[in-house]
């Protein structure tokens, strides 16, 4: 299938704006794309004019623009999987106190989709559209542990002394995670916050996303991560079936 080239590095430039934490200069992505930096620089300002990229006042590079963001909403607020999660994630709230989160996998990451919060003063959040690692977040190992086709990270960057690092420990870990059915984040990405999750099946047996809830760990007590596990499960498990698929 042909390609529309002009359009490809447009694409391929709001991936490399959304995959720095830094606004980019036009020579760099320029270099990435292989093009002179006169044609990189009508690229981004035409993604600019529509509102796609924007640019920074004081560097002259750019970043990501609003546009992205509004168009993002838009697919959440009409993806099916959210629509059918809203009442559950509720359900968690009111058994655990805890907030209660909904992600699926994007850009070989934990895509947060939806969350209900919960009326506790002190409370763990993420906002919908956040983008968290794989292997050291609750939601983002169900959906490792899961899901064949998904490939184990290269790179275990540390977020905090917990963080699992080694590839074969995780590789381990997440075993142990398919054997009981849920996952756990035990300080691994914020420090002083545990998570549980369990994952989301349709109707083909096929990893959709995961479900579950984060919250302090001096309430989320080791010795209560089973009761917690299992109120997760029960949800996840119902979730599943409203999506159309029983696991035997």
Same mark, same amino acid.
């Given at each position: 299938?042909?390609?529309?080239?002009?359009?490809?590095?447009?694409?391929?430039?709001?991936?490399?704006?959304?995959?720095?934490?830094?606004?980019?200069?036009?020579?760099?992505?320029?270099?990435?794309?292989?093009?002179?930096?006169?044609?990189?620089?009508? *690229?981004?300002?035409?993604?600019?004019?529509?509102? /796609?990229?924007?640019?920074?006042?004081?560097? +002259?590079?750019? @970043? $990501?623009? #609003?546009?992205?963001?509004?168009?993002?909403?838009? *697919?959440? %607020?009409?993806? #099916? $999987?959210?629509?059918?999660?809203?009442?559950?994630? +509720?359900? $968690?709230?009111?058994?655990?106190?805890?907030?209660?989160?909904?992600?699926?996998?994007?850009?070989?990451?934990? *895509?947060?989709?939806?969350?209900?919060?919960?009326?506790?003063?002190?409370?763990? %959040?993420?906002?919908?559209?956040?983008?968290?690692?794989?292997?050291?977040?609750? $939601?983002g190992k169900c959906l490792l542990a899961f899901d064949n086709g998904i490939?184990s990270p290269q790179a275990l960057p540390s977020f905090t002394p917990r963080?699992?690092?080694?590839?074969?420990a995780l590789r381990l870990h997440l075993e142990q995670t398919r054997r009981?059915?849920?996952?756990?984040?035990?300080?691994?990405?914020?420090?002083?916050?545990?998570?549980?999750?369990?994952?989301?099946?349709? /109707?083909?047996?096929?990893?959709?996303?995961?479900?579950?809830?984060?919250?302090?760990?001096? @309430?989320?007590? *080791?010795?209560?991560?089973?009761?917690?596990?299992?109120?997760?499960?029960?949800?996840?498990?119902?979730?599943?079936?409203?999506?159309?698929?029983?696991?035997?």
């Amino acid at each position: 299938m042909s390609e529309i080239q002009s359009l490809a590095r447009g694409l391929k430039i709001m991936e490399l704006l959304a995959a720095s934490s830094d606004p980019v200069s036009i020579t760099e992505l320029a270099a990435e794309l292989g093009i002179d930096k006169s044609s990189a620089s009508r *690229l981004v300002q035409t993604l600019a004019i529509y509102g /796609y990229a924007e640019q920074d006042a004081a560097s +002259r590079r750019y @970043r $990501l623009g #609003p546009q992205v963001v509004r168009l993002s909403r838009s *697919l959440l %607020t009409r993806m #099916p $999987l959210r629509d059918a999660a809203k009442p559950f994630l +509720r359900q $968690l709230v009111e058994r655990t106190g805890e907030c209660a989160h909904l992600a699926i996998l994007a850009q070989d990451q934990a *895509l947060y989709v939806d969350q209900v919060e919960s009326a506790a003063s002190l409370r763990v %959040t993420t906002g919908v559209g956040t983008l968290a690692p794989l292997h050291c977040t609750a $939601l983002g190992k169900c959906l490792l542990a899961f899901d064949n086709g998904i490939a184990s990270p290269q790179a275990l960057p540390s977020f905090t002394p917990r963080t699992i690092t080694d590839p074969q420990a995780l590789r381990l870990h997440l075993e142990q995670t398919r054997r009981q059915g849920y996952a756990v984040d035990d300080e691994e990405y914020d420090f002083g916050v545990r998570c549980v999750a369990a994952p989301v099946f349709d /109707y083909r047996g096929k990893v959709i996303g995961a479900i579950g809830i984060s919250g302090p760990a001096g @309430r989320m007590g *080791l010795d209560r991560l089973p009761h917690f596990a299992q109120v997760v499960l029960d949800a996840a498990r119902e979730l599943s079936n409203r999506m159309s698929f029983q696991r035997a």
